[in-house]
């Protein structure tokens, strides 16, 4: 019988566990160690998709209330680029101060029962809490908890190769806006949405090119937390003096990093269980951390009252009811991150809707964003036909091709001309994509080089990103061939840039 909890980190995700198991169980002791003051907090803000919310509103309607009453909602997104604003329609989203959560969730804590401990530190051997039944590691991507015991859980960690940076500012975005500018030094963009009345959350990221040139490289983010990075502040209030009315960008531990995608092979050893980011991030562009942190907590408080009396199946129960949702929005996490390591060929190559709908597109199709927002969907179908004579994307001629879309006749051609188009195999992984880049790199130096590329196999992601290597920068047309070619895929890749011609089972 499970009787004393510790929860080690007072986030939203250990909070929320914390007051649903003892609002569930009233006899049950819960006991939540933050290391920060209850005033301290890091960040600004925290954002939810309204699709997304269901479990966690249904579980208590903190969240729900909280959004409600302090929170700020939106429908659109904004992309900014060039001198245009190009908005999408359809996309339900609140945001709320990270501050004012938190402090709504110590406040439901403390009304049923539970036990807050603020400045109270927990060592990373968990020998210091054997009097508790359970230990629930809810203390961050950087959890001590989950390291001392990386024999048995395997930890895995992906860096990414964007810098990115958080700010906050008092100038009021309308909804989820991206701002993107080409400086002196590189391309920077923002992810700025509001989150009060008065101040809005301002996250930018660069290639690292870019954040070196700019010498944005000289602070020292090994100092503990705390200090902001002001030379970064005063740099980027300049660069996007414009875009945020000459308004000033506020700094809470603003330093320079590069997200870190975190997995782990198992959730749990012995009475030890993780949550929230201990277990599993994923990047910051698809809003999902806090929501998966307080799922976790549904999920766990659901198995250890269903199991009352057997804490390995409950743990186990938790893990098989979690895992599959967390897999899913890291692997819709994993295109969204890769565009913004890509984006900055993207500002140079695309018109501003085209590079909208590439943004937009990067993990839902045509269809799909055209369901939400008509009007948005008709733009970019217009705007490809004001490109290319009025033609429809797969009616438009291509060379010797009468359309886009490619017969197994065409294909059977290419394949047997094989100085004009080179052949190239995606790999399954993005860490083998610098092999096949070299590969098309070194058959463009040749005497002969093709004047074809198609791409094949690997993945969704990793064909794109072949492709558009073709594409972007060698100026080489790309084709790239699926198993299963619907034509809201196919004409997805048209419109989006990420191919010039498209082939599959049903061409």
Wanted: with cysteine.
């Amino acid at each position: 019988m499970v009787s004393r909890i510790a929860c080690v980190g007072g986030g939203p995700g250990g909070l929320f566990f914390a007051t649903l198991l003892k609002q569930a169980d009233p006899s049950v002791e819960v006991t939540v160690f933050e290391r920060n003051r209850p005033e301290d907090t890091f960040g600004f803000g925290v954002v939810f998709s309204d699709a997304t919310l269901a479990a966690i509103h249904d579980a208590d309607p903190v969240l729900r209330t909280a959004l409600a009453d302090h929170g700020r909602h939106w429908d659109d997104i904004e992309v900014r680029l060039k001198g245009q604003r190009i908005r999408c329609g359809g996309n339900g989203m609140a945001a709320i101060t990270r501050r004012t959560l938190l402090q709504l969730l110590h406040e439901r804590a403390v009304e049923v029962g539970v036990d807050l401990r603020f400045s109270h530190e927990i060592p990373a051997d968990p020998s210091g809490l054997a009097d508790y039944d359970l230990i629930v590691a809810a203390d961050g991507a950087n959890s001590r908890l989950r390291d001392h015991l990386a024999d048995v859980l395997v930890p895995e960690v992906e860096v990414a190769t964007a810098k990115f940076i958080w700010f906050g500012t008092n100038y009021l975005f309308d909804g989820l806006t991206f701002v993107h500018e080409h400086g002196p030094h590189g391309t920077f963009a923002v992810h700025g949405y509001p989150i009060s009345d008065d101040v809005s959350t301002f996250i930018v990221e660069t290639d690292e090119e870019s954040w070196r040139r700019a010498g944005l490289d000289e602070f020292d983010t090994a100092q503990p937390p705390g200090p902001s990075d002001e030379k970064t502040r005063h740099y980027l209030e300049k660069l996007f003096a414009e875009q945020i009315d000459g308004h000033e960008l506020l700094v809470n531990n603003s330093r320079w990093g590069n997200f870190r995608t975190r997995r782990a092979r198992r959730w749990h050893s012995g009475n030890v269980v993780l949550l929230g980011d201990a277990a599993h991030t994923a990047h910051f562009s698809v809003g999902s951390g806090t929501k998966m942190a307080m799922e976790d907590a549904v999920a766990l408080s659901a198995s250890l009252l269903a199991h009352p009396d057997d804490l390995p199946s409950a743990l186990e129960a938790y893990e098989a009811a979690r895992r599959p949702s967390v897999e899913k929005i890291q692997g819709a996490a994993r295109p969204s991150l890769s565009w913004w390591e890509q984006f900055g060929r993207y500002h140079d190559a695309f018109r501003p809707t085209q590079f909208a709908f590439h943004f937009i597109s990067r993990s839902i199709g045509k269809e799909r964003i055209a369901r939400r927002d008509p009007d948005f969907g008709d733009t970019v179908v217009r705007d490809w036909r004001l490109a290319h004579e009025g033609r429809d994307p797969l009616d438009t001629p291509f060379r010797e091709f009468a359309g886009r879309r490619l017969t197994t006749t065409d294909l059977a051609a290419l394949r047997a001309e094989q100085s004009r188009c080179l052949w190239l195999t995606a790999p399954d992984g993005e860490t083998q994509l610098p092999e096949s880049y070299e590969q098309l790199a070194e058959a463009l130096r040749g005497d002969t080089p093709p004047d074809l590329v198609a791409v094949q196999h690997g993945t969704p992601l990793t064909r794109s990103l072949l492709a558009e290597q073709a594409r972007l920068v060698y100026g080489v047309p790309a084709l790239i061939v699926e198993d299963a070619m619907d034509d809201d895929r196919a004409e997805t890749l048209l419109l989006s840039g990420r191919a010039d011609l498209v082939a599959g089972e049903r061409a």
